[in-house]
Nanobody, 119 residues
Framework: QVQLVESGGGLVQPGGSLRLSCAAS????????MGWYRQAPGKQRELVAT???????NYADSVKGRTTISRDNAKNTVLLQMNSLKPEDTAVYYC?????????????WGQGTQVTVSS
């Protein structure tokens, strides 16, 4: 069984900052990539940022320049630092891990953490 434990969501004012954390544990052999996605009300889930085990990153255009994703491979943890937050960043943020396990490769999602940007 695998767990992705997310933390760091909450209410923040426009222009503020937030850091999301996601820790993976369980029957994991190797995590190939981890990332964050978000889903706003009435919209589809979309990419925020991903990072591979080798450190390659990918960001959505909407967050480039104000968001940094980082990873601690030893702890199977991924961090998302978001700055200059805007009301349109309001969404449920989901952690994702693509990893190898006992019987193959898996794509797993966390439960999600709410981020609300409002004054």
């Amino acid at each position: 069984q695998v767990q992705l434990v997310e933390s760091g969501g909450g209410l923040v004012q426009p222009g503020g900052s937030l850091r999301l954390s996601c820790a993976a544990s369980g029957s994991i052999f190797t995590i190939y990539a981890m990332g964050w996605y978000r889903q706003a009300p009435g919209k589809q889930r979309e990419l925020v940022a991903t990072i591979t085990s080798g450190g390659s990153t990918n960001y959505a255009d909407s967050v480039k320049g104000r968001t940094t994703i980082s990873r601690d491979n030893a702890k199977n943890t991924v961090l998302l630092q978001m700055n200059s937050l805007k009301p349109e960043d309001t969404a449920v943020y989901y952690c994702n891990a693509y990893y190898s396990g006992p019987f193959g490769n898996y794509n797993y999602w966390g439960q999600g953490t709410q981020v609300t940007v409002s004054s």
